[in-house]
């Protein structure tokens, strides 16, 4: 959004309007109870916050079951819809939404800040462990941000074949110069060995003669 106006009254004014509409916009998200099937987080969001629980101490089996199935089911939440969460157990992702409607209404009650040194508080990953955040946006733009800071950065076994092939591809350029080497310094040796030849040929030839020149001159 681009400001035109100068005017430190004017820009005060609508700063407070946005920070109330913004404010408006979190409430309405987070008090919108009626909405059960809420938008997932991709898997990769998540994942770059797991350094948080730890940090929070969020031990929840459940929700680590959750994620675990949410993982194997490609981080598609249509998937979820057949995986059970247990034996003669609804499927995960009904028990997601009991799960976050109950964190969602003390969220509504306790109105805790979402968010601190621009990264989710305790009562924020309590929900986003669930796959769930009213900021989904602006985790997900900042997921490289999260990496950074927290140390989440986790290589794929893409990431682990390339750097393979990196390193053979190395590998074969240092032998293919090794090779290069040994080749022109044994170029280099047989060029050497070819001249000391030809002047230990002329130094012989020039001792023979040497008797013969003696005794004509005599």
């Given amino acids: 959004m681009y400001l035109v106006t100068k005017d430190k009254d004017k820009l005060q004014n609508i700063n407070d309007a946005m920070a109330v509409f913004e404010e408006w916009l979190r409430n309405f998200e987070l008090n919108n109870l009626s909405k059960e099937n809420r938008a997932y ?17 969020l031990e929840n089996k459940k929700a680590d079951d959750f994620l675990a199935a949410y993982k194997k089911a490609n981080a598609d939440y249509k998937n979820l819809r057949t995986v059970a969460s247990g034996e003669d157990e609804p499927t995960w992702d009904i028990v997601r939404n009991a799960e976050l409607k109950k964190l969602l209404k003390l969220l509504e009650e306790n109105k805790p800040e979402l968010w601190k040194d621009d990264l989710p508080t305790k009562e924020h990953m309590e929900i986003i462990i ?3 955040s009213p900021d989904a946006s602006k985790i997900k733009k900042n997921i490289s941000v999260y990496q950074e800071k927290l140390g989440s950065g986790i290589k794929s076994d893409n990431d682990v074949d390339m750097r393979d092939d ?17 080749k022109r310094e044994d170029r280099v040796d047989r060029k050497n060995e070819k001249r000391g030849s030809k002047r230990k040929s002329s130094g012989d030839s020039t001792d023979d003669e040497s008797p013969k020149k003696k005794n004509k001159d005599d």
Avoid: Q
């Fill in 41 to 57: 987080l991709p898997f990769a969001s998540i994942e770059a916050l797991l350094p948080l629980k730890d940090k929070f101490n």
């Fill in 130 to 132: 669930w796959a769930y």
């Fill in 166 to 182: 990196e390193n053979g591809r190395e590998h074969k350029r240092k032998e293919d110069r090794k090779s290069s080497e040994e």
